[in-house]
Nanobody
């Protein structure tokens, strides 16, 4: 069973930076893509960024030009996802979750920018990011 573990969250002042990591406990053979979601108190879960195995990335408008997603997906090493967050704003305060889409045939399923949480097989437990003014 694939498990995802996020780390790197914390408390920073506005304008600061954090880098989140999400490490799987194994190499995900059928990986189509991975994503970062976030959920702020009292708000719905929001898609932040996605990345496909070929490196195609997407970003929410609110984080474009500030956040950078990347991955390490090398056969026989744990699949890993990163989110470099710069110029953090108070509105970025949320719990950040990583997710992975694992399919037998990626060509007929997950697409970059996939926003449906149901299309992701695996989720991490979340890591808190708090940005103060």
């Amino acid at each position: 069973q694939v498990q995802l573990v996020e780390s790197g969250g914390g408390s920073v002042q506005a304008g600061g930076s954090l880098k989140l990591s999400c490490v799987a406990n194994m190499y995900i053979f059928g990986l189509c893509g991975m994503a970062w979601y976030r959920q702020a108190p009292g708000k719905e879960r929001e898609l932040v960024s996605t990345i496909s195995t070929d490196g195609t990335t997407t970003y929410a408008d609110s984080v474009k030009d500030r956040f950078t997603v990347s991955q390490l997906n090398v056969r026989n090493t744990p699949s890993t996802l990163y989110l470099q967050m710069n110029s953090l704003e108070t509105e970025d305060t949320a719990v950040y979750y990583c997710a992975a889409a694992d399919r037998f045939d990626c060509s007929s399923a997950w697409r970059p920018g996939e926003n449906d949480p149901g299309e992701y097989n695996y989720w991490g437990q979340g890591t808190q990011v708090s940005v103060s003014s």
